[in-house]
């Protein structure tokens, strides 16, 4: 949905700008991989049946602000 993609992209460019002050785009463009893999791991541990496939960006947006409140 267009709503869910638009709060993703401001959350992503507010959480972004913090986070690439402290690890940098590399470490940015990791952290964003492995929340997404985790968050798409999760889910298929959880419902393995689910005939409806998701795109894990949500959980990478919510892993970098977790990280990012972790580090400051």
């Not at 709503?3 to 470490?27: D, K, P, R, T, Y």
């Not at 999760?42 to 049946?49: A, F, H, K, R, V």
């Not at 005939?51 to 409140?69: E, F, H, V, W």
């Amino acid at each position: 949905d267009y709503v869910q993609c638009a709060i993703n992209l401001i959350f992503l460019v507010a959480v972004g700008v913090l986070l690439e002050s402290i690890l940098g785009f590399a470490g940015i463009l990791c952290g964003y991989f492995l929340c997404g893999v985790s968050t798409l791991s999760i889910y298929c541990l959880l419902m393995p049946y689910s005939s409806m496939p998701i795109i894990c960006s949500a959980g990478a947006i919510g892993g970098l602000i977790a990280l990012a409140t972790f580090l400051n």
